[in-house]
């Protein structure tokens, strides 16, 4: 569960950083 945990973090960074990219 600590491991899934990190992974939602980890797959919301990358949506997050992939969308501050298309906006610029």
Do not use: N
């Not at 569960?1 to 610029?24: E, H, I, V, W, Y």
């Amino acid at each position: 569960t600590t491991a899934s945990t990190q992974a939602l973090k980890g797959d919301a960074r990358k949506s997050f950083m992939s969308d501050c990219l298309k906006k610029k």
